[in-house]
């Protein structure tokens, strides 16, 4: 159809760039800056726009992001997560979205995890807001295991039961 851009010879243009900073000196520190974009193939509108700031050392690892949409309509967000890692295999996590536009938190988190090389278990409180009235937010509290296999998968030689004998 006409109204597809599935016959447009050209399509939106998509950019990243980043900058790092590590420093061995603080705790194996590293600081990530990154840019994303989208802008419309006539250049003259963005259609989205993020800014991900990270930090990360040994013990903790703090993630904040920020972003605007606007192909269909506005939208302004902040997602940021938080982990704390422990000593004795033990992380704790937090975070949460916020929609900027409307001065409202979507999600919120906090969980803790244990993780060993055989053995992770979780455990996490979610809840959802929503901004609609037909929509109920939820609460939700996840459990989880998870064993993780030991070295590496073995599997017997068959070659000999596939070559055929004449």
Same mark, same amino acid.
């Given at each position: 159809?006409?109204?597809?851009?599935?016959?447009?010879?050209?399509? #939106?243009?998509?950019?990243?760039?980043?900058?790092?900073?590590?420093?061995? @000196?603080?705790?194996?520190?590293?600081? /990530?800056?990154?840019? /994303?974009?989208?802008?419309?193939?006539?250049?003259?509108?963005?259609?989205?726009?993020?800014?991900?700031?990270?930090?990360?050392?040994?013990?903790?690892?703090?993630?904040?992001?920020?972003?605007?949409?606007? @192909?269909?309509?506005?939208?302004?967000?902040?997602?940021?997560?938080?982990?704390?890692?422990?000593?004795?295999?033990?992380?704790?996590?937090?975070?949460?979205?916020?929609?900027?536009? @409307? /001065?409202?938190?979507?999600?919120?988190?906090?969980?803790?995890?244990?993780?060993? #090389?055989?053995?992770?278990?979780?455990?996490?409180?979610?809840?959802? &807001?929503? &901004? /609609?009235?037909?929509?109920?937010?939820?609460?939700?509290?996840?459990?989880?295991?998870?064993?993780?296999? !030991?070295?590496?998968?073995?599997?017997?030689?068959?070659?000999?039961?596939?070559?055929?004998? !004449?």
């Amino acid at each position: 159809p006409k109204n597809s851009s599935l016959q447009g010879k050209r399509s #939106d243009f998509v950019g990243v760039s980043s900058f790092k900073i590590k420093s061995k @000196k603080l705790n194996n520190s590293e600081f /990530n800056l990154g840019y /994303n974009y989208i802008i419309n193939k006539d250049l003259d509108a963005f259609l989205r726009n993020g800014i991900v700031t990270k930090f990360d050392n040994d013990k903790n690892n703090l993630k904040v992001s920020y972003y605007k949409e606007s @192909k269909i309509g506005n939208s302004h967000y902040v997602d940021t997560k938080y982990k704390r890692k422990f000593d004795n295999n033990f992380n704790f996590s937090m975070g949460f979205r916020k929609n900027l536009q @409307k /001065n409202f938190t979507e999600t919120n988190f906090i969980g803790t995890n244990y993780d060993s #090389d055989c053995l992770k278990i979780e455990l996490n409180l979610s809840k959802k &807001f929503y &901004f /609609n009235q037909d929509i109920e937010p939820s609460n939700n509290l996840t459990f989880s295991i998870m064993l993780k296999p !030991f070295g590496k998968p073995m599997s017997p030689d068959l070659t000999s039961f596939t070559e055929s004998v !004449f």
